[in-house]
């Protein structure tokens, strides 16, 4: 059974103690982390912008910063680095960065955490690998990969039974059309293992960022099915021995319980932000401008 807890709009809520917390309070306790993973749906600008203010208020820790993106394949790293040195403007950037291949949501919904890592001088880290490696291990298995073509990760530790169950519900469950029909069924293990390539992906990247500066904190930009309870990304830290991991998470309801907590603190977005922001043409110049 759970309980339903309101939860206000603008506000903070820790699901382990089931109370609001307080922001400051909160970003400081995250700036002793080792990795603060916020968890995104790819394609709201609103949940975007509470990104680019999460990582605002760790900077304002005064902790070293690293931001790592589920949206690059490390193979793109040079376009990241040139692009945080000035070397490169927007356009350049996302054209050597083969954003309408790797991902091709509206590139507006990242700019603005980009320009942030340019600005600030926060360095910015490739944590996915290449698409055809994910395909391969869900069909293959991962022992018959070559090494030379693992693209730098190590295995994943399995899934447990917890996450393959949550892995099943959220893609549907026993559908009509579906071979599985159960979390346990062997039909359901080529999904499970793409998924956990991913999530290794992005841990072991998370890992490298954290081995070139152990002193930093890398805050990473990663769709939340990957972060829910622990499953995912989290769990293959963990196994990585990166145990000082937070995931924070926006919401646009009430807190429900639940036995295990969903993520270490929960935002309410303010849904009336949802939208994405109309461009206007700007007004003309006052004369003594012009």
């Not at 390539?197 to 930093?216: G, K, M, Q, V």
């Not at 622990?230 to 009430?254: C, H, K, M, N």
Request: aromatic share 10%.
């Amino acid at each position: 059974m759970t309980d339903t807890i309101p939860h206000p709009a603008g506000t903070w809520l820790e699901p382990r103690t089931r109370s609001l917390v307080d922001h400051a309070d909160l970003m400081a306790r995250m700036g002793k982390q080792q990795a603060v993973l916020l968890g995104e749906t790819h394609d709201r600008f609103d949940i975007h912008r509470w990104q680019l203010h999460v990582a605002a208020g760790l900077l304002a820790t005064g902790r070293r910063l690293v931001m790592g993106f589920e949206m690059f394949p490390r193979r793109v790293q040079p376009a990241l680095d040139a692009f945080v040195a000035g070397e490169l403007d927007a356009d350049a950037f996302l054209e050597k960065a083969e954003w309408k291949t790797v991902w091709n949501f509206d590139p507006d919904l990242y700019l603005p955490l980009f320009h942030f890592c340019r600005q600030f001088k926060v360095p910015m880290r490739a944590l996915n690998c290449y698409r055809a490696l994910v395909t391969r291990v869900g069909k293959e298995g991962w022992d018959a990969i070559p090494a030379e073509e693992r693209d730098g990760l190590t295995p994943a530790k399995p899934a447990t039974m917890e996450y393959r169950q949550y892995l099943f519900d959220v893609t549907g469950g026993a559908r009509p059309d579906r071979e599985a029909k159960s979390a346990d069924h062997l039909a359901f293990d080529r999904f499970v293992r793409a998924q956990q390539t991913w999530d290794r992906a992005f841990a072991c990247n998370i890992a490298y960022a954290l081995e070139d500066d152990p002193e930093a904190l890398v805050i990473g930009i990663i769709g939340r099915g990957h972060l829910e309870y622990g499953y995912g990304t989290p769990f293959q830290l963990d196994d990585l021995a990166i145990t000082r991991v937070s995931v924070l998470l926006p919401s646009d309801e009430d807190f429900e319980s639940e036995e295990t907590p969903i993520a270490d603190a929960i935002f309410r977005l303010d849904t009336s932000d949802r939208a994405q922001p109309q461009r206007r043409d700007p007004p003309p110049l006052p004369e003594q401008h012009r």
